[in-house]
């Protein structure tokens, strides 16, 4: 009984303390949103990129208060999703890549804290340049504004891989590499940092490694 009192207490805590994260995530969305569809207790946000076009999906407790955001590419659900407490504390953020079982990136809040699974690096996608094959290799900037890529073929030889903020997709940030029918792998070294918002145990900075592999 002690135990779940705790837990509770400090989770109306973190919620109560933090009511400004709700309100600095949705900041990012309705300053960068091309078309805002209002609605009763719902806000749709329309972004659009290279003829693509982006939906995102605010919903509210009240008039003020924040219930989640959801976002959906070609009618799937796709990309940043956050939930929140009823006084603007982050409950939990996922990173979707097209149905709610697959998340390449997720922060939860338990027992008294937050932590942390996969890594800033969400996904790629294939495109084509001219006559060459690309991959868009895709960064969250949630929950650190900071990144930073450096790419290797090899895993020995490491460049620099230069990204700039997604117009199509909030709190995202994407970078282009040529790729070829003999490249199988793709070594990264990430390194991000300075935090948007205050997430007690998510740590300031943090440097991740990944392997993507090109079929």
């Known amino acids: 009984m002690k135990v779940i009192l705790a837990i509770t207490l400090t989770s109306t805590l973190i919620s109560n303390c933090n009511s400004n994260h709700s309100t600095i995530i949705a900041k990012e969305y309705l300053q960068n ?7 009763d207790r719902e806000k749709q946000l329309f972004f659009k990129e290279d003829g693509n076009r982006y939906l995102a999906n605010i919903k509210y407790y009240s ?8 976002g959906s590419l070609l009618d799937r659900n796709y990309g940043c999703n956050f939930s929140f407490f009823s006084k603007g504390g ?10 709610n079982e697959r998340n390449s990136y997720n922060i939860k809040f338990k027992n008294g804290s937050y932590s942390e699974e ?3 690096l969400v996904d790629f996608w294939r495109s084509e340049c001219d006559t060459m094959n690309c991959a868009d290799i895709l960064f969250s900037y949630f929950p650190r504004r900071n990144v930073n890529a450096q790419y290797s073929t090899d895993g020995i030889n490491y460049y620099s891989l230069k990204i ?5 997709l909030p709190f995202v940030m994407k970078g282009r590499l040529m790729t070829s029918k003999k490249l199988q792998s793709i070594f990264f070294i990430i390194d991000v940092s300075n935090s948007i918002i205050n997430l007690p145990g998510i740590a300031p900075s943090r440097r991740c490694y990944d392997t993507l592999v090109i079929r």
């Open 33 to 39: 949103a091309d078309s805002i569809v209002q609605k």
């Open 63 to 70: 008039s003020n208060e924040l219930l989640s955001i959801r």
């Open 90 to 99: 982050l409950s939990d953020f996922k990173y979707n890549l097209g149905d």
């Open 118 to 120: 996969g890594i800033p």
């Open 164 to 168: 700039e903020k997604s117009n199509l």
